[in-house]
Structures are given as structure tokens and as C-alpha cells.
């Protein structure tokens, strides 16, 4: 910060088009993990200036031809950074806020355009010390950068008579991001030897949030609320099984933007994103529960369209300022990010049929397969990631049904089941769950396997260790005709012999193996016959290397390979580890 007498300069922020008369109607506090956030509900778009000035520290918002129709005194402040919040009117016309300050603070500020029913808005967060090193800014001022033209305010001077700060044309403000906090998870009951093998993390996403409430059904429930509840039931649900850990992206109400969402479960290093939902349509007769993966060729039907459309508004309605929707991730160049993304969509579409089957044992399914939309929350290109939709709240029997705890609580358990029932057929290695099934450890569940591009019913049944006539008398088939999206069941008493992480359509081609004439050792001198996969529809070089235990580098040497491009019926040589 730059200081200026007693003052430190904060920073401009935006300039409405025309000077005119507003009121402060509202003012509404959210406390976030790493931040505390002030909301001022408005009938107009108004200027405003920032600043800070200390002895004692002090946050001062000056708003030019304004009023306020709103009280302070019963703000809830006792977890946040601020003792009390003063008002005082300037030159007769122009409105003072003081926010006296009882803890370090990094400042920042923003108006948020009516949209979507809401008013305009000016936003005050005030970021937690230590923040980030862009704390020592308050705002990043894009071109045109305006530098404000600001009167020192003395420590002992009453904010109240003090000089007017004088405002600067507008400018595209960014408001400074922190990390969110996020729960950690409940560890597994003591009981349970996890072997130094990792648990599988789940990170589970409670839609909108503090500022922005999601939708509102007949019963005046808000959506932000049933999605919560939701799930730390699943997160609950997730941690008392064992080799499973979940975490929250946010565990009360406030808002995180739709990219901090999928950051915090990269961060988290997690091998799911599940984010938790209950829209609304237009049509109160709308029902069903859904399951959406991302879509990269537009939505599967225009319910999908509708609902994706709704929910990456998120963001203009909870707040982030000026920052764009717009996806500008380096990480999302090249073409290493383009074929994980592949692989990672068809994760995401696999573990979303386990989920949608789950599901439809306890709630009515809007449809019967996994839909696609371009979901803004959904575009991790390494972590496969579903929403689900618990059901329309704007449904009279769904809103009523989301409203019982009971439900939600049966709601998880559904979702979770599903969950397990995916990880359970494609464990990732090192996990402790991969490691029970090898050994036998985990025996107490059907397993399933959702048919995908490439699949054929003889190579499901080669992976699973059974026959086609197996399969076929165990499922009730007259044919061995199998179709994308069906559900195989697979009887028990086999395992299958590898679990691939990234897609379920890679089928290894199957060498011979010289089998000893005796049940001795076999010798030295027998060669070890090396391993090779044959490339199907679905492969991806990092999909191959997670199956086989070994890294994308590794292939491309092996094979001398120049880039990770593979193409159907390429043969990959698999190095012994």
C-alpha cells in the first residue's frame, strides 16, 4: 500500500455512468474462511472510493449522492475482522461508512450490476493477513491505469467533518483471490490399518452460497442451504468408509467463484469433484434427479442447456467483479491438457452412470443417462468431475422432500454408493482400496461395468476374469450385443486382473506366458515376455501409463515417440518397473 499522510490508498473503484441519487437499502455480512465480505444492497448504480487510514485502523467507504436506509447496530460481526461500522453524512448529500477494524486486513472492492432479480450491489471484501503476496495491493488496476487524487484524513480528525476523497474515471478493477480454507477430512476409524496405502479423496462441491442463495423453491427453501446439508451428509457418508476421505470447497455459507470451486479440488489433489445441486425450471411440473458431466460439443438436451446456463450465472450473482467467465488457464493449452481432458471426460461419464443408477433406486430420474452441458464448475482438465442434481426444487413434491433431512440423508448414501461402486472397478493405484481388491480384501459388493465406446462383451469378460456365457446368464441377455451406456453386472468369485484410472475402454492386448513344467521357480534363463497395449477408442497416453503403473515420460522414451499422440491399433511397448 502507498501512504498518504495517515492514509493508505487503496484504489478507485468503478464509476457508474452517470452521478445520480441511490439508498442504501441493506447491508448484509458473509464470513468466509479467508475473508469476510459486505454486501450494500442499492437502488442505483452509485461511484464510490476506499481508503484506510490508521490510529486506529479503519476501513473509510465514501459514496457520493447517497443515503442510507438500512441499520448497522445488529450486524453480525463477532467472527469477523470488524468491531463496528459507523455512518455519517457529508456535505449534506454524500454518504460515509467507517468500518472500525480490530484485526489486519487486506481490502477490496466492487459493484455488481442488477442481474438476474438482484439489485445492484457494492461489494467490500476484507481478505485475512497473511493473504497472498498481492496483499500489499488492494486492487490491480487494469489499463487505463488512474491514479486518485486523495485528501489525508488525521488520525484525530472525526471521519464526519473530514475532507471529501475525491473519485477517478472508471477503471476495470480485479479483486485480489486468496486460497479458501477447506476442511479436512474425518481419518478413518481407528480400527483400520490403511496399510501406508492413500485413501481415495473425494472433494465435494455444496453449490452457490452466501450472496448468491441458487435457486428458491415453493416452500422458501434455498437451494444453497439443501446443497450444504447434502453434502456434509456425503462427506459424512464418504469418511466412515475406509480408504475413502471427502472434502468440503466450502463448509457454510458464503461464496467461492465457479473456478475457485475446481481449483480448491486440484489443490486437494482429488480423484473426484462432485458438486452438489437442486435447480430450478421454468415448468413447476419439471422433476428428477440428474447427473451432468462437461460437454465440449454443446448440451444433450436443452433442459441441460437451460440448467447449465442458470448455474455459471453463479458467479455474476455471488461476485468476483470484473473478472471474466471466460476459462484463461495456461494449463488448458497444448495438447498434453487436450488428451487428459479426454481421458478425464470419460472418467467423469463413467463414475456419472455409477451415480445416476445409485440414484434412481431411492428418486424419479429426469433422464436415464448422463447428460452433457458446458458447466463452467465442471472444467478441471485432470480431475473427473460430475454435478449432480438432487431433484428440481421448483417442484412442490421434490422441494418438500428436499427439505427433510431424512431425504438428503438417504440422497448421499445414494450418491456415495455410486461412487464407491466406480472406484471399486477402477481403484488408482497406490490406494488402499486398490490394494484390498487385489488381496481379496474387499468382496461385499456387485460389481458393474458400464459399457463404453470400444467395448465388446468377450473383452469385458476377458478384464473381469469370466466368460461371455457368464455374462450373458447373469444379466439375462439373449445376444452378446452390448450398447453404449449399459450396465454389465459382474458375478462374483473373480477379480479383474488390473484397474485402469483414466477410462474404461482400454483393453490390454493379451500376450502368452510359458507356463513351468513344474511348480518350481522359473528359471533365470526363461526370457520375460514383454508387455505391450494394443491402442482402442478412448485411449490416452496418460490413461495407458496409469493402467500399467508408469509414467507418460516412460512410454515416450520406450517407444520413442515424439509427442503423446496415439492412434487405434498402435501397439505401446510397456517398460518392465
Known amino acids: 500500500m502507498r501512504r498518504t499522510g495517515g492514509v493508505f490508498l487503496l484504489g478507485l473503484v468503478i464509476l457508474a455512468q452517470a452521478a445520480q441519487s441511490a439508498t442504501v ?318 481421458a478425464t471426460l470419460n472418467s467423469s461419464l463413467q463414475v456419472g452412470h455409477h451415480v445416476l443408477n445409485s440414484m434412481g433406486g431411492i428418486a424419479h430420474l429426469h433422464k436415464r443417462h448422463v447428460e452433457q452441458a458446458g458447466f463452467v464448475v465442471l472444467k478441471a482438465p485432470d480431475v473427473p468431475s460430475i454435478l449432480v442434481e438432487t431433484g428440481f426444487i421448483s417442484n412442490p413434491d421434490e422441494s418438500r422432500k428436499l427439505a427433510t433431512p431424512a431425504y438428503r440423508k438417504q440422497m448421499a448414501g445414494s450418491v456415495f454408493k455410486g461412487i464407491r461402486q466406480y472406484f471399486y472397478q477402477h481403484p488408482p493405484a497406490g490406494t488402499y482400496v486398490a490394494a484390498q481388491l487385489q488381496s481379496g480384501g474387499i468382496k461385499d459388493f456387485e460389481r458393474q461395468h458400464t459399457v463404453a465406446a470400444g467395448d465388446s462383451l468377450s473383452a469385458i469378460a476377458t478384464r473381469y476374469g469370466v466368460s461371455s456365457q457368464q455374462l450373458m446368464q447373469y ?16 458375478p462374483s468369485g473373480n477379480t479383474p486382473a488390473t484397474a485402469p484410472v483414466a477410462t474404461a475402454q482400454v483393453e490390454p492386448t493379451t500376450l502368452p506366458v510359458a507356463k513351468p513344467v513344474t511348480s518350481s521357480p522359473v528359471p533365470r534363463s526363461v526370457p520375460i515376455l514383454p508387455r505391450q497395449h494394443k491402442v482402442i477408442a478412448g485411449d490416452t497416453l496418460s490413461g495407458i501409463a496409469s493402467r500399467y503403473g508408469v509414467s507418460v515420460g516412460q512410454l515416450l522414451r520406450h517407444n520413442k515417440m515424439k509427442n503423446p499422440t496415439v492412434k487405434i491399433g498402435q501397439t505401446i511397448k510397456i517398460p518392465t518397473t
Open 25 to 342: 437499502n441493506g447491508v448484509r455480512v458473509w464470513r468466509a474462511p479467508d475473508h469476510t465480505r459486505f454486501v450494500l444492497d442499492l437502488d442505483a448504480p452509485v461511484q464510490h472510493s476506499l481508503t484506510f487510514a490508521n490510529n486506529p485502523d479503519r476501513i473509510i467507504l465514501d459514496i457520493p449522492a447517497s443515503s442510507l436506509n438500512a441499520g448497522l447496530n445488529t450486524l453480525p460481526l463477532a467472527d469477523t475482522p470488524v468491531l463496528a461500522v459507523r455512518s455519517y453524512v457529508q456535505n449534506k448529500t454524500d454518504l460515509r461508512l467507517v468500518l472500525d477494524l480490530k484485526t489486519k486486513i487486506a481490502p477490496n472492492s466492487f459493484l455488481l450490476k442488477a442481474h438476474s432479480g438482484m439489485h445492484d450491489r457494492l461489494v467490500i471484501d476484507l481478505y485475512d493477513e497473511p493473504a497472498t503476496p498481492a496483499n500489499a495491493t488492494a486492487a490491480i488496476v487494469e489499463k487505463p491505469a488512474v491514479v486518485p487524487v486523495t485528501t489525508a484524513v488525521p488520525a484525530n480528525k472525526n471521519p464526519a467533518t473530514a475532507n471529501p476523497i475525491t473519485t477517478a474515471p472508471a477503471a476495470t478493477v480485479k479483486p485480489v483471490t486468496t486460497p479458501v480454507a477447506v476442511v479436512e477430512p474425518t481419518p478413518a476409524p481407528a480400527s483400520v490399518d490403511l496399510q501406508g496405502k492413500r485413501t481415495i479423496v473425494i472433494a465435494v462441491d455444496a453449490g452457490h452460497g452466501g450472496e448468491d442463495p441458487g435457486a428458491m423453491g415453493p416452500n422458501r427453501i434455498r437451494e444453497k442451504e439443501v446443497t450444504l446439508a447434502i453434502a456434509k451428509d456425503l462427506i459424512a457418508a464418504i469418511n466412515a468408509q475406509p480408504g475413502f476421505s471427502g472434502k468440503l470447497t466450502r463448509t457454510g455459507d458464503y461464496f467461492i467463484p465457479l473456478k475457485k470451486r475446481r481449483d480448491i479440488a486440484r489443490n486437494m489433489k482429488a480423484d473426484l469433484f462432485v458438486s452438489i445441486h437442486a435447480d430450478a425450471f421454468h415448468k413447476s411440473s419439471a422433476r428428477g434427479a440428474s447427473v451432468f458431466a462437461l460437454s465440449r460439443n454443446g448440451a444433450t438436451s436443452e433442459t441441460a442447456r437451460f440448467l447449465a446456463e442458470r448455474e455459471n450465472e453463479s458467479d455474476l450473482i455471488g461476485g468476483v467483479g470484473n473478472i471474466s467467465l471466460d476459462d484463461k488457464d495456461q494449463v488448458l493449452a497444448g495438447v498434453l491438457v487436450d488428451l487428459s481432458m479426454t
Open 475 to 490: 444379466n439375462k441377455m439373449n445376444s452378446t450385443v452390448v450398447k453404449l451406456g449399459q450396465v454389465i453386472r459382474i
